[in-house]
């Protein structure tokens, strides 16, 4: 329960994060992220799995390079069900934030994360 805390808070502020770097991603408040992070722990947990599933074929021929495109799906259905408050300029800005999303969440994951809750 508590990892899943960190993870959200975590991914809160990596996208207002990415929202101060890059113009074409918009969130409106602190709590706007932390609700959009909420929404899309939401779609990774139901969404995810099922469109991983349908999709398998294309991401063991691209090598897994696929599931960016599939992280990408459900940032940009976060930011259609967070409406104003979060906002994605494009299919090609959510790709770009998945990507960084995911490899920014990664390295605090194992850098600071993971030592943390070891003890």
Same mark, same amino acid.
């Given at each position: 329960m508590i990892r899943w805390i960190i993870s959200v808070l975590v991914n809160a502020l990596l996208l207002i994060v990415i929202a101060g770097y890059f113009d074409s991603v918009h969130v409106g408040? !602190?709590?706007?992220?932390?609700?959009?992070s909420l929404v899309l722990s939401i779609l990774n947990v139901i969404v995810k799995p099922v469109l991983i599933i349908l999709t398998l074929? $294309?991401? $063991? !021929?691209?090598?897994?390079? *696929?599931? *960016? $495109?599939?992280?990408? !799906?459900? #940032?940009y259905m976060t930011a259609?069900?967070?409406?104003?408050?979060?906002?994605?300029?494009? *299919?090609?800005?959510a790709i770009f934030a998945s990507?960084? #999303?995911? $490899?920014f969440h990664l390295l605090i994951q194992k850098a600071i994360i993971e030592p943390m809750t070891r003890k």
């Open positions: 408040s !602190v709590g706007a992220a932390i609700m959009a074929p $294309v991401t $063991v !021929v691209t090598l897994g390079l *696929f599931l *960016f $495109v599939i992280n990408a !799906v459900t #940032l259609a069900i967070m409406g104003d408050s979060f906002n994605l300029d494009g *299919f090609g800005t990507i960084v #999303l995911s $490899v």
